[in-house]
């Protein structure tokens, strides 16, 4: 199983960005992705998560209106996008594969994308 | 602050036992998942669900659960377990996952 994310980003406050989480090593629709961030120096937070069988998601509250999570199941790559970006958003990106039906329990984990967001 | 409590940090003498707690009411209905980071590093997960753990996880990593509290513990800790250590879980709606703060372990 390998999770493989984009790259480092640098973002003006109130841009955009989308950050992908492309997957190999497992049936893609058995499987869902959760979006784990974390800002310098602190914990975990979990984002939201979304199935790859049915494109289902679940967001957590803190970023519901600014996130969008969607799957291109023919090339099994999960994607990330979050909108009106702000300082605090600054952290390191994590996807992790979870449960199909609903986010359970994240095995394994891609390799992180930090994401800076700064005038 | 989280729905999930931790110790900010425990310490541990070489070769003893450490318990690693995690507090919350939404965990009297589901069970917590453990994931140790280390610095620079993603999390794994070293111990889910009631007794699970997943392959390549050495034998002295193990969960429990008990009203709202979950606790991982490490028996026998190795200097190479020295990490940062979430419990995650559903929040109090059941709806979402939450994320504890965080327990640094030190082995001494």
């Known amino acids: 199983v390998q999770l493989v994310q984009s790259g480092a980003e640098v973002k003006r406050p109130g841009a955009s960005v989308k950050v992908s989480c492309q997957t190999s090593g497992y049936i893609f629709s058995t499987y869902g992705i959760s979006w784990v961030r974390q800002a310098p120096g602190q914990g975990l937070e979990w984002m939201g998560w979304i199935s790859g069988y049915n494109g289902n998601t679940n967001d957590a509250q803190k970023v519901q209106g600014r996130v969008t999570m969607t799957t291109d199941t023919s090339t099994t790559t999960a994607y990330l996008e979050l909108r009106s970006l702000r300082s605090d958003d600054t952290a390191i990106y994590y996807c992790a594969r979870d449960g199909w039906a609903a986010p359970d329990t994240m095995d394994s984990w891609g390799q992180g994308t930090l994401v800076t967001v700064s005038s | 602050s989280s729905e999930l409590t931790q110790d900010p940090s425990v310490s541990v003498a070489l070769g003893q036992t450490v318990r690693i707690t995690c507090q919350g009411d939404?965990?009297?209905?589901?069970?917590a998942s453990w994931y140790q980071q280390k610095p620079g590093q993603a999390p794994i997960l070293v111990f889910h669900g009631k007794n699970n753990r997943p392959s390549g996880i050495p034998d002295r990593f193990s969960g429990s659960s008990s009203g709202d509290t979950g606790s991982l513990t490490i028996t026998g800790a190795q200097a190479e377990d020295e990490a940062d250590y979430y419990c995650?879980?559903?929040?109090?709606?059941?709806?979402?996952?939450?994320f504890g703060g965080g327990t640094r372990l030190t082995v001494l």
């Open positions: 939404s965990l009297r209905n589901f069970y």
């Open positions: 995650c879980s559903r929040d109090s709606t059941g709806k979402h996952v939450v």
